[in-house]
């Protein structure tokens, strides 16, 4: 099972190697798939600010001890939407040889947010913030490896 995982995440990082190579050999297309000198601010840019403020929101819920409200709201992180394909290509040409360490923070996320959900429909207080706590590391990780270069690239 295991070995089949490896095998279908190999092949598709070769089809995005592939598209990026087949894209970026013609600068016309290139330009115009990954919007490259594009002023616009990546849809990522909106994801990650809705997901701040769903932190937010579950820190409000945490404090008035609205599971039901934590609940939601971390099922709304873990099924965060996703950027367009177009710009998912710019991410991760832009991301390079660091696209594994980029997805499994986006995993551990997700993973965590779904914990905490579940945590959240227990009525378990103790593991509510034990596990958001996990959350807030996972965000951090991410944007400490990130955040700097992303804005750097995409907006300066």
């Known amino acids: 099972m295991k070995k089949s995982y490896i095998l279908i995440r190999n092949q598709l990082i070769l089809l995005f190697t592939l598209l990026i190579i087949i894209a970026t050999s013609n600068n016309l297309f ?3 798939i990954l919007d490259i000198g594009s002023t616009e601010p990546l849809a ?3 994801i990650m600010s809705d997901m701040g403020k769903n932190m937010q929101a579950i820190t409000d819920g945490i404090s008035h001890e609205n599971w039901k409200q934590v609940k939601k709201t971390a099922l ?3 099924d965060h939407p996703q950027p367009p394909f177009t710009e998912k290509i710019r991410i991760l040409s832009f991301v390079g040889s660091d696209v594994s360490k ?5 995993q551990k996320t997700h993973d ?3 914990t905490l959900s579940q945590a959240a429909t227990e009525k378990d207080a103790y593991k509510v913030i034990s596990v958001f706590s996990s959350l807030q590391n ?5 944007h400490q ?12």
């Open 102 to 106: 980029y997805k499994e923070h986006d």
């Open 112 to 114: 965590t947010a779904i």
């Open 145 to 156: 490896s990130f955040r700097k270069s992303f804005l750097e690239y995409f907006y300066q």
């Open 138 to 142: 996972n965000c951090l990780a991410c």
């Open 44 to 46: 990522l840019r909106k």
């Open 30 to 32: 290139a330009a115009s």
């Open 76 to 78: 709304q992180i873990a």
